[in-house]
């Protein structure tokens, strides 16, 4: 440290060697640097006793060695790449077990003690990258959900709304999945698994509110409808 009258030299965007511990107000020295190519992680030792991980091409660490002076500012921006980083690391540990949509994310991010700013932000890059991607989540999820049950379009657009998904990222992933004739189909499928007697007016009411309660809108309900009963007609007469 200098002495009473003595110039400090000026640092500019020249990192200074100097002993650790021997840092003025609001600066500490870097007293090691680690490399961790496994997991892409460097990491820097201080003289005041704290340490920080950041990616290896954070460009807060660039031209830090042992001995580094750091000042407050920078040490604040390398804390920031920190938690920058640790939010990453949750976030693949997050996207390696499920596929899961933005807003989900956020949410477990956030519930994970993770601060909003560094989450959005890790979670901007992330989609800038295509990791995180609603409308190919919108698009597997539909084709799941299809799997398993005949539902219409209105269903799957309003499930994908409640977690989050943009109406925008909604009808795109479900329209590369669904196509109108597809969704006909799949009425007709859904309707003759009740047993309805379609030459009643109140069954076939009964069985218009259960499709569009599937999802199903009115037109596509209607021909639902009239396409069942339709091929009962059919069978019955064949069996004559």
Not at 99 to 123: F, K, M
Not at 155 to 163: D, I, N, S
Not at 223 to 240: F, V
Request: charged letters at 35%; one cysteine or more; proline letters at 4%.
């Amino acid at each position: 440290m200098a002495g009473p009258g003595e110039a400090r030299p000026a640092r500019a965007d020249v990192e200074t060697p100097r002993e650790p511990g021997s840092s003025g107000d609001g600066e500490t020295a870097v007293r090691s640097v680690q490399l961790d190519e496994g997991s892409r992680t460097l990491t820097l030792q201080f003289s005041d006793g704290s340490r920080v991980e950041v990616a290896p091409d954070a460009p807060e660490a660039r031209g830090l060695a042992p001995g580094s002076v750091v000042d407050g500012p920078r040490f604040a921006a390398l804390r920031a790449a920190a938690g920058r980083k640790a939010v990453a690391r949750a976030l693949y540990g997050l996207l390696d077990r499920r596929a899961r949509c933005r807003a989900d994310l956020r949410r477990r991010l956030l519930q994970s003690g993770h601060e909003a700013p560094l989450v959005d932000q890790v979670l901007d890059d992330a989609t800038e990258q295509g990791l995180v991607d609603d409308r190919a989540y919108a698009r597997a999820w539909a084709h799941d959900q299809l799997l398993r049950k005949a539902v219409g379009r209105r269903w799957l657009l309003a499930k994908l709304r409640t977690q989050g998904i943009s109406e925008r990222d909604a009808r795109a992933g479900v329209g590369e999945v669904l196509e109108p004739r597809d969704e006909l189909a799949l009425a007709v499928r859904a309707l003759s698994g009740r047993r309805l007697d379609l030459e009643d007016e109140r069954q076939r009411a009964k069985g218009l509110r259960f499709l569009l309660g599937r999802g199903f809108d009115q037109a596509t309900s209607l021909a639902a409808l009239r396409e069942l009963r339709r091929a009962t007609t059919e069978d019955e007469s064949a069996n004559l």
